[in-house]
């Protein structure tokens, strides 16, 4: 069976496992900027990893690399058993669904309400009405959103367009939710009740992926802590207290 076809069966039947395996990963630019430096490390399905690191680290970069978004320039990004770099273009899109995705800004449609921004993940996937009018309470009851379903991103506080945000990148069942800076705009109280909800996500047995440069909401969920410093990986710990 050509190479192809077996990578989209596997998309398709969801038999990957939440394994990534980075090995002896660099990024570099055509400027000669080298963005990540000989990094290697083990994620495990069900795991919840936090990647720490000042801003122009390489945080971002080495998530992306993850989600396919951009390729390394050495080295090897698995998931599963499956080098993603030798993934065709037209399979991409299959292989994303493993991925929800949370950035920094919520991304929300300004023009959808709350219930039709979560609702548009699972349109855009061609599901059906029945399953999307089932599912998309369910999740916004999950997120604390229930009250707020009729609401247009500009109504409601960050803490709960974030909120948003995260129901709209689980609510296809990603095996890997991956969560880039989720809380730099947020205040201490929405900070943490989106932890708390990373935490549950967690606890459904989604693979997380944060990365953060606050050390403080690390050190109290007590998490696998990953250090990125100048590109390199200089610490990885099976749990905090972060040692910066």
Same mark, same amino acid.
């Given at each position: 069976?050509?190479?192809?076809? %077996? ?8 038999? =990957?496992?939440?394994?990534?395996? =980075?090995? +002896?990963?660099?990024?570099? *630019? ?10 290697? =490390? ?20 080495? &998530?992306?690399?993850? *989600?396919?978004? /951009? ?14 770099? &030798?993934?065709?273009?037209? &399979? ?5 669904? +493993? ?17 039709? +921004? ?6 855009? /996937? ?9 599912? %998309? ?18 109504? %409601? ?35 943490? +009740? ?9 606890? =459904? ?40």
């Amino acid at each position: 069976m050509r190479f192809d076809i %077996v990578m989209l069966y596997y998309f398709l039947v969801g038999r =990957f496992m939440s394994f990534i395996r =980075f090995e +002896n990963v660099s990024k570099s *630019y055509a400027q000669g900027a080298i963005i990540l430096d000989d990094i290697s =490390f083990d994620i495990d399905q069900g795991e919840f990893v936090t990647i720490i690191g000042a801003s122009g680290v390489g945080k971002s970069t080495l &998530l992306r690399l993850i *989600y396919a978004e /951009q390729k390394a320039s050495s080295g090897r990004v698995l998931f599963g058993d499956k080098d993603i770099s &030798l993934i065709k273009k037209k &399979l991409l899109p299959f292989y994303r669904r +493993n991925f929800g995705t949370v950035f920094q800004d919520s991304k929300l449609l300004e023009n959808k309400t709350i219930y039709e +921004n979560v609702a548009y993940a699972l349109e855009v /996937q061609g599901k059906g009405n029945a399953q999307i009018e089932e599912e %998309v309470p369910k999740i916004l009851e999950i997120v604390g959103l229930s009250h707020q379903y009729d609401k247009y991103p500009h109504q %409601v506080s960050g803490g709960e367009a974030q909120r948003a945000s995260l129901a709209r990148a689980v609510i296809h069942r990603p095996r890997v939710l991956v969560a880039d800076e989720p809380t730099g705009n947020l205040d201490p109280d929405a900070t943490w +009740n989106i932890m708390q909800l990373l935490l549950k996500i967690n606890e =459904f047995g989604t693979t997380v992926i944060l990365a953060t440069h606050d050390t403080q909401t690390v050190d109290h969920i007590n998490r696998r802590v990953m250090v990125i410093q100048e590109g390199r990986l200089v610490s990885d710990k099976a749990q905090s207290k972060y040692a910066g």
